[in-house]
């Protein structure tokens, strides 16, 4: 941080006095902006307070400032800042009130107190206070920030002076607390108090990973600024060559058509500032939402550089409030508007007399690509059909009709050969643009979408030719019962229809053969290999009875693990037990070579309110990093499936973890009230040739995500975790070896 961003970090945004602990604490606004207590009790006006800093407003409710809370962090900061960078002296805090103030040349690490000399002299003769640590100023010059650290304390009488040591995290507490207070007050039910330095690396990793977030939106964000900057720009480039195009055109028939051409320059200007406005505001509403991001980041990342556990915890809750309130909002990262203006030269020439009235045009569109629809259709070879349907929207997903739009279809076969298809303007009857083509042979075919030079993502949209013959068969096929299909299908062969989800969100349809055969649907996937089963080992595991984790309990089947005690089970060896990962390993690790498969048959029930809690976890790792935390989700070498409450949507959702980063995640649930339930069964395929590790939904037969590039270098164990026993009762049986008859084809190259 620069000496000019600290200086900002360490003074009031109002009154830019340094802060104290005193009429100057610093209290942390919900947009993370900071005030003094003074300024920011002049700022309260019937209940509602302003930041000095944004703008924003935020409740205060019967004018109250306790609500916000004060960032006890800042004033070691100060303290550091002014001893070490501005050489600053500081009174006496003992005699201070004196008339005559004398220089401190001490400070009490415990009280926080600047001591001169005689009050030093005091301080250690008194009985209460001669055992502080006291560090002159000459020492705290060159002295780290952990040097002006306060000690937390309980301020519970008759725990003075007990460090913090545990943490309270039930929905009651939630605060700090000494090992006092755990005897005395926390042991009844409803209070689950653990080691606050665990308390402190997972929460502070779940700050981190919403920061990654955040600045990945203000990444975006900032983007999202230079390109609409730039297309603002090319507007105004367009409308002065518009305009001096309108002039040309015009010069010629200036008589008749200076009417005329006046009335095109108020549209041409209307249009342009309409777009503008609408620029303009985006623009407005980015940049307020980047600063907004602007504050999270810099504040985030000030707080976890400069707090200890105890400070941090108490500003947790503020910091995350404010970043899910930010990641709620979208940013539009594409322009409402765009410079796309043009005259368009209609009934010009040596007729212009006669079309005057109706010559000439100014030309805008609406259209917002990302809400650009297109329907993909299979056709029969031989003749000229529509495979592909367009439909144009605005930003607000409004449907579009606007004519002469410039739409390029081109369309590769399966030998990579490029036609340009027809594309038919249908806006004013159908509202829509249909491409026409017609495929010499039967196969797959790509088409890429450009409208106005820009490629529509996601860049290729697959469709299949077929014989006439064969898609009659087809249709034909689609009206009969099972029974009948069965009877139909002499090969015996089972088709499955599997739903394919990528991690960006977008779903397709694959109607997978089990023999290898397969006909797609979905785009832009071009082709699909299968395993045979019989290459396939289902190893025989079982769950390992001496890691489970003191929480956890293993049936006597040695396969079914839950996250509930049994009340009368006999006692057990914990030398194994792991201390930190809630579950256990499998009995084996997987092999290094080949294909292996095993299920997992989860259930759970919802009993209490959800916030962000982890459920289960099922992944592979590295046995010795499995017990280094309380999840393996964050580890280097771990892949993780896990489900756990999502705060984007609000419900239970499935998530893949890969080396510590989430790039999966899709709700399983529809919501996530007391009373919930859930039941399936997941496969799990590793290939160690592809380094793939494919899971799938057995029961529902849909592949679900793929892990790729798997590190085999060391052995991977599969891990198996359940949470929360408080709020959730789950349990996960493991099926393996003869447990498992049948085994789902599943494609490696998605």
């Known amino acids: 941080m620069t000496s000019h961003n600290l200086e900002h970090f360490l003074k009031c945004t109002d009154c830019k006095k340094y802060f104290d602990d005193d009429s100057h604490a610093p209290h942390v606004l919900p947009c993370l902006h900071t005030c003094c207590t003074?300024?920011?009790?002049?700022?309260?006006?019937?209940?509602?307070?302003?930041?000095?800093?944004?703008?924003?407003?935020?409740?205060?409710?019967?004018?109250?400032?306790?609500?916000?809370?004060?960032?006890?962090?800042?004033?070691?900061?100060?303290?550091c800042y002014r001893i070490q960078k501005k050489n600053a002296d500081f009174n006496c805090d003992e005699c201070g009130n004196s008339s005559n103030k004398e220089r401190a040349t001490m400070r009490c690490k415990e009280c926080n107190e600047f001591l001169c000399t005689k009050c030093t002299d005091a301080h250690q003769r008194t009985k209460l206070t001669k055992r502080h640590q006291l560090i002159s100023l000459e020492t705290l010059k060159n002295s780290p920030l952990e040097e002006f650290h306060t000690k937390q304390t309980c301020s519970v009488e008759g725990h003075e002076g007990q460090p913090f040591s545990f943490f309270c995290t039930s929905k009651t507490c939630t605060k700090p607390i000494c090992s006092l207070c755990v005897v005395r007050d926390h042991q009844q039910n409803g209070h689950e108090v653990r080691n606050i330095n665990d308390v402190y690396v997972e929460n502070k990793r779940q700050v981190e990973g919403q920061l990654l977030d955040i600045k990945h939106m203000k990444t975006s964000a900032d983007e999202a600024i230079e390109h609409i900057e730039d297309e603002i720009q090319n507007l105004y480039l367009k409308e002065n060559a518009v305009d001096e195009e309108l002039d040309a055109h015009f010069a010629a028939c200036i008589k008749t058509m200076e009417k005329r051409k006046e009335e095109l320059k108020e549209k041409?200007?209307?249009?342009?500032?309409?777009?503008?406005?609408?620029?303009?505001?985006?623009?407005?509403?980015?940049?307020?939402?980047?600063?907004?991001?602007?504050?999270?980041?810099?504040?985030?990342?000030?707080?976890?550089?400069?707090?200890?556990?105890?400070?941090?915890?108490?500003?947790?809750?503020?910091?995350?409030?404010?970043?899910?309130?930010?990641?709620?909002?979208?940013?539009?990262?594409?322009?409402?508007?765009?410079?796309?203006?043009?005259?368009?030269?209609?009934?010009?020439?040596?007729?212009?007399?006669?079309?005057?009235?109706?010559?000439?045009d100014v030309w805008a569109t609406s259209i917002y690509l990302p809400n650009t629809r297109v329907q993909v259709l299979d056709i029969a070879t031989g003749r000229e059909q529509c495979p592909l349907l367009i439909t144009l929207s605005d930003y607000q997903n409004r449907p579009l009709h606007e004519p002469g739009v410039?739409?390029?279809?081109?369309?590769?076969?399966?030998?990579?050969?490029?036609?340009?298809?027809?594309?038919?303007?249908?806006?004013?009857?159908?509202?829509?643009?249909?491409?026409?083509?017609?495929?010499?042979?039967?196969?797959?075919?790509?088409?890429?979408?450009?409208?106005?030079?820009?490629?529509?993502?996601?860049?290729?949209?697959?469709?299949?030719?077929?014989?006439?013959?064969?898609?009659?068969?087809?249709?034909?096929?689609?009206?009969?019962?099972?029974?009948?299909?069965?009877?139909?299908?002499?090969?015996?062969?089972?088709?499955?229809?599997?739903?394919?989800?990528?991690?960006?969100?977008?779903?397709?349809?694959?109607?997978?053969?089990?023999?290898?055969?397969?006909?797609?649907?979905?785009?832009?996937?071009?082709?699909?290999?299968?395993?045979?089963?019989?290459?396939?080992?289902?190893?025989?595991?079982?769950?390992?009875?001496?890691?489970?984790?003191?929480?956890?309990?293993?049936?006597?089947?040695?396969?079914?693990?839950?996250?509930?005690?049994?009340?009368?089970?006999?006692?057990?060896?914990?030398?194994?037990?792991?201390?930190?990962?809630?579950g256990t390993i499998a009995n084996r690790s997987m092999g290094r070579t080949g294909q292996y498969y095993f299920e997992v048959n989860i259930s759970f029930f919802i009993k209490r309110s959800l916030r962000q809690d982890l459920i289960f976890e099922v992944g592979l790792c590295r046995k010795p990093d499995v017990d280094k935390h309380y999840t393996i989700d964050n580890h280097q070498f771990s892949y993780v499936v896990c489900a756990r409450k999502c705060h984007i949507c609000r419900t239970i959702c499935l998530q893949g973890w890969s080396n510590g980063q989430r790039f999966y995640h899709a709700p399983i649930t529809e919501n996530s009230p007391p009373g919930t339930s859930f039941k399936t069964t997941y496969g799990f395929l590793l290939d160690t040739r592809q380094r793939q590790w494919v899971v799938i939904d057995v029961k529902s037969r849909k592949f679900i995500l793929r892990f790729k590039h798997i590190d085999l270098n060391k052995p991977l164990w599969p891990v198996f975790g359940l949470y929360n026993p408080d709020l959730v009762n789950s349990s996960l049986t493991l099926r393996s070896g003869k447990d498992i008859s049948t085994i789902l084809e599943v494609p490696f190259d998605l």
């Open 38 to 79: 003074k300024c920011l009790k002049s700022r309260v006006i019937k209940e509602e307070v302003q930041c000095p800093e944004c703008a924003e407003k935020f409740e205060a409710s019967q004018n109250d400032i306790s609500n916000f809370p004060v960032d006890t962090a800042r004033k070691h900061i100060v303290d």
């Open 268 to 360: 041409l200007a209307s249009v342009s500032q309409n777009k503008k406005k609408d620029l303009d505001g985006q623009l407005d509403r980015l940049t307020k939402q980047k600063g907004q991001l602007d504050q999270t980041c810099k504040f985030t990342d000030d707080h976890l550089q400069y707090s200890n556990a105890a400070e941090f915890l108490l500003m947790k809750d503020q910091i995350l409030n404010r970043m899910y309130t930010l990641k709620d909002q979208s940013v539009e990262t594409v322009p409402h508007a765009t410079s796309n203006i043009k005259f368009q030269t209609t009934n010009l020439g040596d007729d212009f007399s006669e079309f005057c009235q109706n010559m000439g």
């Open 406 to 582: 410039d739409i390029k279809v081109d369309i590769f076969n399966s030998k990579n050969h490029k036609t340009l298809a027809h594309v038919q303007d249908k806006t004013r009857s159908q509202g829509c643009y249909k491409v026409a083509f017609t495929a010499s042979r039967p196969g797959e075919y790509r088409a890429v979408i450009k409208i106005m030079g820009t490629v529509l993502e996601p860049g290729e949209y697959v469709f299949k030719a077929k014989h006439p013959d064969q898609m009659e068969s087809e249709d034909s096929l689609a009206d009969l019962t099972p029974k009948e299909k069965k009877g139909n299908d002499e090969t015996g062969v089972q088709n499955l229809h599997v739903h394919v989800q990528e991690p960006n969100g977008n779903a397709e349809v694959e109607k997978l053969n089990l023999q290898g055969l397969a006909t797609s649907r979905s785009s832009p996937v071009t082709s699909h290999k299968f395993k045979a089963v019989g290459d396939i080992i289902c190893p025989d595991m079982s769950l390992n009875h001496l890691t489970v984790h003191p929480q956890n309990e293993l049936l006597e089947n040695q396969k079914t693990l839950t996250n509930q005690k049994g009340r009368h089970r006999p006692p057990r060896n914990l030398s194994q037990a792991f201390q930190n990962f809630r």
